[in-house]
């Protein structure tokens, strides 16, 4: 077998694992034949380690051979050729996808194996795994998307997994609440990610990574579109990236998140899917070069985002949401580096950061309970020191501080304030109009109502 | 004109016909079921037959083999063509889902004979080309749910007002259209022309329900049964109407009026879907806004337009069909609902929430499933002609997908819902959910064939308007002086073929 053939082996066999192990969760549940808890978490450990070794053999052969940009044609999804639309499938081992992909099947792997022990005998044990499953797929359909239409279709299946995970917990109300939240939020950011889309498309007339950021393994590729265009599409990327991960002003979702079961919290809000709004903006990162204000714009909703994480993780009451919110600093820290070009340290920064964050995650319901222990062993709390901005600030400006963290930037009440609420109340009314019509139609009261 | 090897279209028309007047006779609701499901699985098969036996002859219209009514009237009354071949299968299937998936609950409400003679009617609708013909069909076809409304003693006065200026309006424009009308729609801009262009427009808007007389379709969830609603709505009579008797004589910039005023009522409707509180009104916003957004492509007049539209009309129709069917069998468990309340009937039927969320995203065009790729081409297709306003239609997808997964979380999860029997999902619902599931997901992960059939679908009705446009969009915008002056006789089946 030649090089060319045994990428193409590999790299099917990255994609096809987890695509084979939604196939079987999914058949086995429309037929009303559900797998074992048993044979759930061995197909899974097995679709993560056919996946995981086929990445690690790609990554091998492409140190092996010098090669930094491996792209794999798939073909053609649907074409009409007569009026250029493709529907391309095409993947890329670059040393963007790479990393993350290996992240993405070790962190999955950890999470499946942990969670086949958290939530044995749980009643949505199979549901759990089914989300993993499109969560999975999804994740390394986006990873390693050489198109942008590819993305998207990744990027949908990562939303779609997260939202049901959120409200895994049916038959309480918040969680439920929450799950809607969630995929209203990444609605936004789909519909933004669409446009964008359609946007270089039109403007390049392919939706391929290859033709958009010119010649150049990544991160050395140049954008081949002008400034104005660059800023129109990379402000709606930026919307997409800013919504998925979690970034201001749709900074709200990512707390609500943690209601889901924890190893689901650990992998895709703490660790995984928050990075992939970083990684979009990594992937797409030629075309912030282009335009100096984009990168500034970048670099900006970055910065806040981490100060606003970092505010706000310091009140929270639950260790969840204090982990998602240091999360949140760390991401917005990510996407400014990203805005500031720096993208082998961004790169970096999100593998050591997604690690670190689900080890803390899982790991976050022992150490209550070690506190717990070390507390009672000393009779009292674990003694407090003040920080520096304790003895700095007036109790003013400190409790003004504490109260704006205290509601997480009012970010949510202002979304509901002045756009769902207004939204809400206009439809109703039309509702209202259009019953009292159909009433007058009908002559009022019906014989039988 | 090419021949089928079998009466497929008769044949698809007559079977449920004769029986519906057998199952009329029948007493027992049980043996009228089964003769139902029997009579809806051979109508399928003749459907299925037909659009298999257009697909080997690789032409644009065809008529039946031993054509009875052209014997009789000496006209093409029925044909079947690239537009409607895949649209009279997909009504014989949703007539077969709506009529396999009714429980005993509802049979005693539900009139099995009513169905099998509206499934008739509507695909004699669907299979005539003839202007008169389908008015008087489309006239026809509003008589069972108006009985039914009055059987229910409900008042039939909001339905029946829009219905007859439906009908009034569609048979006025046919009266003032000219018989000697030929070439250019954009030539035949005389004031009769107008006149009827407009009162046919009209007529297919509401029938279509596009805002501000949509208010018949919500009456009609409201009084009807869930089924006959659905059936009435979910083919689409609308568009198809706009196709056969608007398309072809009404201006570019009426057509694309009329895909901005549909495209309001999309994204309207979706604002609408989101905040009903009653089950029945919240499909039936969103299944207006899936169809206003299948019009938004069929009045582009652009072959991507066209044909995401056309995608759409078989997505939106298998899409939406399914979940009307699974409200259906949840109303049928637990009566008649609202979506104030969370009803956590997760826990009893899995298999129907599941239906429930893939039929949804399918309607929405996620990926995987059959109304991806058609969406995408329809947004294409908008945004080419519109920018702006295009992205509308993103607005009423993303407005649509919550509401989606807002009813979801409504019907499906919440406390366990107490009950003494058992609401798993029924062997007959879980053969409808499977067969539902297959077309929507196989469809989506092999879309090229279905695709591709549409696209050249798309050309074949663009060049029957505007043989000179099609030519020039089928050789990729770079076409010689010689070409765009083709006529359309000159632009023979086979040219076209090559041209592909």
Known sequence: MTPDEFYYAFGIGVVAAPAVLLAVFGLTSLVGLPLSERSMSKFTEASVVIGLISAVAILGMMLALDDRHVPLEIGNWVAIPQQHFHFHLKLVFDRLSVPFVILSFVLCGTIGAFASRYLHREPGFYRFFLCYAFFLLGMVISTLAGTIETLFLGWELVGLSSALLVAFFHDRLNPVRNGLRVWTVYRIADAAFLLAALSLHNLTGAGDFDGLMGTGAWPEGHATITESNALLVGLLLLVAAAGKSALIPFSGWLPRAMEGPTPSSAVFYGSLSVHLGAFLLLRVSPILEVSVVLSGIVVLVGMTSAVFGALTARVQTDIKSALAFASLTQVGIIVAEI??????????????????????????????????????????????????????????????????????????????????????????????????????????????? | MRELILPWQELSVLVPLIGAIAVRCLRDSDRAYRWSVALCTLTLSFAV????????????????????LKYVFHADIFVIDELNAPLLPLAALLYLMTVLSTLRTKMNRFSFASTLFSEAVLLATLSCRHPLVIIGLCAVAIIPPWLEIRGRGHCTR????????????????????????VGHPENNASPAVLAAGAMLTAAALLRSGIVPVHCWMTDLFDKATLGTALLFVSPMTGAYVVMRMVLPIAPLWALQSIAVVSLFTSVYAAGMALVQTDARRFFCYLFLSHSSLVLVGLELLTPIGLTGALCVWISVGLAMGGFGLTLRAVESRIGRFNLIQYRGLYEHTPTLAALFLMTGLASIGFPGTIGFIGTELLIEGAVGVFPLIGTAVVIAAALNSIAVLHAYFRIFTGTKYTVSISLTVRPSERIAVVALAALIIGGGLFPQPGVASRYHAALELLRHRDPAAAVQET????????????????????????NL
């Open chain 2, 475 to 498: 050789m990729g915008h770079d076409v010689p002086e010689s070409a765009k002056t083709t006529s359309h006789d000159e632009l023979t089946d086979r040219e076209l073929s090559e």
């Open chain 2, 158 to 181: 909001a339905f029946g007002i829009h219905m007859s200026l439906f009908v009034a309006m569609l048979f006025g424009g046919w009266l003032l259209l000219p018989d000697n009308l």
């Open chain 1, 339 to 449: 805005g500031l070009g720096l993208r082998y340290i961004a790169l970096i920064h999100i593998i050591g950061h997604a690690c670190l964050r689900t080890l803390q995650l899982l790991r976050a319901p022992s150490l209550l309970h070690d506190y717990h222990s070390m507390e009672n062993a000393i009779g009292s709390h674990l003694p407090h020191r003040k920080s520096l901005w304790e003895r700095v600030l007036n109790v003013r400006i400190r409790h003004w501080f504490y109260r704006f963290a205290l509601e997480r930037g009012y970010l949510d009440a202002v979304l509901d304030e002045y756009i769902v609420r207004p939204f809400c109340a206009t439809f109703r009314w039309c509702n209202r109009m259009e019953k009292k019509w159909t009433d007058f139609l009908s002559r009022g009261a019906d014989e039988k109502p």
């Open chain 2, 49 to 68: 037959g037909e659009w298999i036996d257009f697909g080997l002859l690789h032409a644009f219209e065809a008529h039946d083999h031993w054509d009875f």
